[in-house]
């Protein structure tokens, strides 16, 4: 069944569908999950967690539902509805079927070999065959696809992905294959983002460094490594991308520095008017995927770029207490795998099972790495539209997952009244 997931997530995220028309024609994604649901219901291995992340989950898309019927244009609210419903679905899936922590580091192995292959075949195609996007003054690498193709979302998409690598590289996989496979990655997450010219994403790469760097005990080799690292790419990199990278700063600097310089500006202006539709329509805004429709000077402006405008502007009031109240929930999730693990680690890892210490050992790299894709979610949405994205469900579900495994790994080591103890 775990493989049927995967293969799942290979159709999510390589979209081969969007690259290949002719595969669209068979809506070869659709069929695929209407097919995996059904073996889903049939199979006798699922079994349901409850969290108040699944509730959040759900009342979330419940305000889209509600909202989309006060939407001006109600066919865009339905249709990122429903997309939104499809992701929704796909978490619960996810959920139900992954069983214990092998099959998780199995799928978090699967999603980094998956965008091995979709940026892989991305730089090919924009180093071999030459597609590429022009404009910024500046040739950009896009992703295969077209629902998360563009440069700036590509270039979010492989930044997202840089906690997990990392988590990954720290675990230390013993098969020599999956090692080379993760520092591969690594080499080419960072050409591509360079490639795509996108400042946002440059910048919230940049950060995660950052939180690598004030997240380890070696400050010193810490700084030293960061330094000789950003020297290198800095040398390396063209000069109209150190242009285009130091547009995030200054002013006039850019290759066709007025639009760089007005694309910057328009970042500010999503915030301002999602603000401003969020005073007219307070409770429920405008609609999911109506915030095209809410600009001032014209009847149908650009879509939003920027999350918390969007946020407040589609969802309104409610929108931002329910999304306010998952990121929350997700966070506090992570955060007490982290806690409790370590504590584990610290206090009871002499006495032990190894399959236990390894395990936690896992959980607990892989919540710090969802609580750096949180900061890099919130960072980047200064700049992009990421509020309906697959990243915040799948953190979810890896705090669902996580949290259930640890308790399971509490039990089974009879841990559980001494962290307490320890605790109180």
């Known amino acids: 069944m775990l493989w049927l997931v995967i293969g799942y997530m290979f159709l999510f995220v390589f979209r081969p569908f969007e690259y290949w028309p002719v595969l669209g024609t068979y809506r070869i994604e659709r069929v695929y999950m209407i097919a995996l649901l059904v073996v889903l219901f049939l199979w006798q291995g699922k079994r349901h967690l409850t969290h108040s992340i699944n509730n959040s989950i759900l009342f979330f898309l419940g305000v889209m539902v509600v909202s989309s019927v006060w939407a001006f244009s109600t066919d865009d609210a339905y249709q990122a509805t429903f997309d939104y419903f499809k992701l929704v679905v796909f978490y619960f899936v996810i959920v139900l079927t992954i069983r214990d922590e092998r099959q998780l580091k199995i799928f978090m192995v699967a999603y980094i070999a ?45 930044a997202y992905s840089l906690p997990f690598l990392w988590a ?33 994403g440059m910048v919230t790469s940049l950060l995660f460094l950052l939180l690598v760097f004030f997240s380890t005990s070696r400050k010193v080799t810490g700084v030293t490594l960061l330094l000789a690292l950003l020297a290198f790419v800095w040398n390396v990199m063209p000069l109209d991308y150190q242009q285009r990278f130091k547009s995030a700063f200054f002013r006039g600097v850019a290759p066709q520095a007025q639009a760089a310089d007005a694309s910057a500006q328009g970042r500010l202006e999503s915030l301002k008017q999602g603000i ?110 990421n509020l309906y994205r697959y990243n915040w469900l799948w953190i979810g579900a890896i705090a669902v997952l996580s949290f259930h495994f640890l308790n399971q790994e509490l039990k089974r080591s009879g841990a559980i009244a001494g962290l307490k103890a320890r605790r109180s």
């Open 168 to 200: 990954l590289i720290k675990y230390r996989f013993e098969q020599p294959l999956i090692r080379k496979m993760l520092w591969a990655y690594a080499l080419l997450a960072g050409v591509c983002i360079i490639a795509t010219g996108s400042r946002s």
């Open 114 to 158: 998956v965008l091995f292959l979709y940026v892989g075949k991305s730089a090919w195609e924009f180093f071999v065959h030459g597609r590429y996007v022009y404009n910024m003054g500046i040739k950009r690498m896009p992703g295969l696809d077209t629902t998360y193709g563009d440069p700036n979302a590509f270039a979010a998409s492989i």
């Open 276 to 385: 401003k539709m969020f005073m007219e329509s307070p409770l429920l805004g405008i609609g999911p995927g109506n915030f095209k429709y809410g600009w001032d000077h014209a009847p149908v402006g650009p879509s939003a770029h920027n999350l918390y405008g969007e946020l407040l502007g589609e969802t309104g009031v409610m929108g931002l207490l329910v999304f306010s109240a998952l990121v929350i929930l997700i966070v506090r999730t992570h955060r007490t795998i982290i806690e409790r693990a370590t504590l584990f680690l610290t206090v009871h890892a002499a006495n032990a099972p190894p399959a236990s210490v390894d395990n936690m050992r896992l959980l607990r790299l892989l919540s710090s790495a969802s609580v750096q894709v949180v900061v890099l979610l919130l960072f980047n949405g200064n700049f992009g539209r």
